[in-house]
């Protein structure tokens, strides 16, 4: 007897689960042939490129991200304060402050400093992960004040794809 009594308080449990699931038919959308017809032409135009990404070191896409870093392995340096004045299918651009530790008188021990600079993102590729997103492959600083010792007024980094 108990076990049918399990067995009934789970086929009721998995009924009302279902039911839940399913809803009702006063749940359901309400389509007319006019909005159908639409999204029926929707779907034959031809698809808008998205704009292109900036590939982090989690290989997430990013598009106007307020911070960056440039050095995955480590972290000693990185993009922060980013201000997007630009982002479309060739460039983007951004002012914010680069973030670099000095390393001395070794990495663990050194300071990180901060360095007013404009970032230039180009050339955009094919994502070798996604290839129908495009994601900037070339990243160029301007250092607009001082910069890191060793470093010239312009750095060029190629990004990850």
Request: charged letters at 15%; aromatic letters at 10%.
């Amino acid at each position: 007897m108990r076990k049918l009594t399990v067995r009934a308080a789970v086929t009721f449990c998995a009924a009302v689960s279902l039911a839940t699931v399913v809803g009702t038919a006063d749940a359901a959308p309400v389509t007319s042939p006019r909005s159908a017809h639409t999204l029926a032409q929707e779907s034959m135009q031809p698809s808008v490129p998205t704009q292109p990404v900036i590939v982090d070191c989690f290989w997430h896409p990013q598009v106007e991200p307020g911070d960056f870093v440039l050095a995955c392995g480590d972290g000693n340096s990185r993009l922060i304060s980013l201000q997007w004045s630009r982002w479309d299918a060739n460039s983007a651009v951004a002012s914010g402050v680069n973030v670099v530790n000095d390393c001395k008188p070794y990495c663990a021990a050194g300071t990180f400093r901060k360095y007013p600079v404009t970032v230039r993102l180009d050339r955009p590729q094919a994502w070798k992960k996604n290839p129908e997103s495009s994601q900037y492959t070339r990243l160029r600083l301007v250092y607009t004040d001082s910069k890191p010792a060793g470093y010239g007024q312009t750095v060029t980094y190629p990004l990850w794809n």
